[in-house]
T-cell receptor
């Protein structure tokens, strides 16, 4: 069965500092990986996705992630965060014979001035 | 292009009652997936509808049921509500079951 583990429940960081949000997955089949962001009282917005090809994936709002098959990881990075990046971030893997998303428990990114 | 919309935004029910949540898919999308997000957790897959047929189901009891209509909008019905059903319910639509899912803002259900 596929699963996703987000290693940090909360990540505090100062504005303009770099950040990495960690995600590990387990899957016995081809992997499709996603990062979503959820702002307070809102739904999920797709940041980026890995389906195939280059292991370095660039997304919206300056975020990027690297797919590492040997380490079964898909960590999210941003070189310089803003206050507006404060939100909950979810890593997900697509599983099953249909388009079901399996989410991690989320990482709360708190950017401080 | 209209995005995914859900109604109502919030609602409060008491234990044992029944509730219906509604989702309008993005224009052109024929697949709707429903997720339950309990407080402090990631979304959990409930089920998916593709062209009016259930296309897959997660580990939720039969009192969670759904419908998809010819215009591809969808309903989630929950019978015999329990306190643990309190959560944010998210709907996502996609063009066919293989493509990117676009999420709505969710319905916050509180069961007292």
């Amino acid at each position: 069965a596929q699963s996703v583990t987000q290693l940090d429940s909360q990540v505090p960081v100062f504005e303009e500092a770099p950040v990495e949000l960690r995600c590990n997955y387990s899957s016995s089949v081809s992997v499709y990986l996603f990062w979503y962001v959820q702002y307070p009282n809102q739904g999920l917005q797709l940041l980026l996705k890995y389906l195939s090809g280059s292991t370095l994936v660039k997304g919206i709002n300056g975020f990027e992630a690297e797919f590492n098959k040997s380490q079964t990881s898909f960590h999210l990075r941003k070189p310089s965060v803003h206050i507006s990046d404060t939100a909950e971030y979810f890593c997900a893997v697509r599983g099953g014979g249909y388009n079901k998303l399996i989410f991690g428990a989320g990482t709360r990114l708190a950017v401080h001035p | 292009e209209t995005g995914v919309t859900q109604s109502p935004t919030h609602l409060i029910k008491t234990r044992g009652q029944q509730v219906t949540l509604r989702c309008s898919s993005q224009s052109g999308h024929n697949t709707v997936s429903w997720y339950q997000q309990a407080l402090g957790q990631g979304p959990q897959f409930i089920f998916q509808y593709y062209r009016e047929e259930e296309n897959g189901r997660g580990n939720f009891p039969p009192r969670f049921s759904g419908l998809q209509f010819p215009n591809y909008s969808s309903e989630l019905n929950v019978n015999a509500l329990e306190l643990d059903d309190s959560a944010l319910y998210l709907c996502a639509s996609s063009l066919d079951s293989d493509n990117e899912q676009f999420f709505g803002p969710g319905t916050r259900l509180t069961v007292l």
